[in-house]
């Protein structure tokens, strides 16, 4: 015998469902200005490790990458269509001591933001042998 897990009725819940399907249907999301969050990858290798952001529709002048000490931040402005319609990304990274950040460099190209941190030449990572004696 199979059995399902039982909820307490409540009598507004097709009510509530209801108004919620109301609202999408004719307000959208409440928060229309807002484009979804850029999609963001980070990948690391012995040489260095760099920040992918997806931002389709910036300009490259909204478009922002400071270093400050061992803190990067990459900042991106989206507008829309009115002068009220606009939505700012901000993300900040402690940057590891391996990196240089005399050497950040940043590029942009059909959309896609791409920092790349080269790590400094005495202090990338290395295999340390085990002794076994």
Do not use: C
Not at 5 to 22: G, H, K, S, T, Y
Not at 69 to 88: F, K, M, S, W, Y
Not at 95 to 119: F, N, Q
Request: hydrophobic share 35%.
């Amino acid at each position: 015998m199979m059995s399902y897990p039982v909820r307490p009725w409540n009598p507004f819940d097709l009510i509530e469902r209801m108004m919620a399907q109301w609202d999408q249907y004719f307000f959208g999301s409440p928060w229309p200005a807002l484009p979804s969050l850029p999609q963001l990858k980070v990948q690391q290798d012995d040489q260095e490790v760099s920040i992918r952001v997806e931002v389709p529709g910036v300009s490259p002048e909204d478009l922002s990458v400071t270093v400050d000490g061992n803190l990067l931040t990459i900042r991106a402005v989206h507008r829309g269509q009115g002068e009220d319609d606009v939505a700012t990304y901000e993300r900040a990274f402690t940057l590891p001591s391996s990196v240089d950040p005399e050497k950040v460099t940043a590029h942009y190209r059909h959309g896609v933001l791409e920092v790349r941190l080269p790590r400094a030449e005495g202090r990338r990572s290395r295999q340390i042998p085990i002794d076994l004696g």
